[in-house]
């Protein structure tokens, strides 16, 4: 299964863990960010390219889900 992964600052110790259980468990994980910690970056676009993700696999028939951690 592949999971699309976003989240904001405030999230991403969470978002790094869950990559790496996702990918442990045998899944493919997509970080769509954020990459570092920044207190003010913006979260709303890492929710679409997850959001974003998860459509353009469905689009070609492959089965995806999306998260998103806030």
Same mark, same amino acid.
């Given at each position: 299964?592949?999971? *699309?992964?976003?989240?904001? *600052?405030?999230? &991403? +110790?969470?978002?790094? %863990?869950?990559?790496?259980? &996702?990918?442990?468990?045998? %899944? +493919? ?9 920044? !207190? ?7 929710? &679409?390219? !997850? ?8 689009? +070609?028939?492959?089965?995806? &889900? ?5």
């Amino acid at each position: 299964m592949r999971v *699309h992964i976003g989240s904001d *600052h405030a999230g &991403l +110790e969470l978002k790094d %863990h869950l990559m790496n259980w &996702l990918v442990d468990a045998g %899944h +493919e994980a997509v970080d769509h960010g954020p990459f570092v910690y920044d !207190a003010v970056d913006d979260y709303p676009v890492f929710c &679409l390219r !997850a959001a974003e993700g998860v459509v353009a696999d469905r689009a +070609e028939g492959l089965d995806s &889900l999306g998260v998103v951690i806030g």
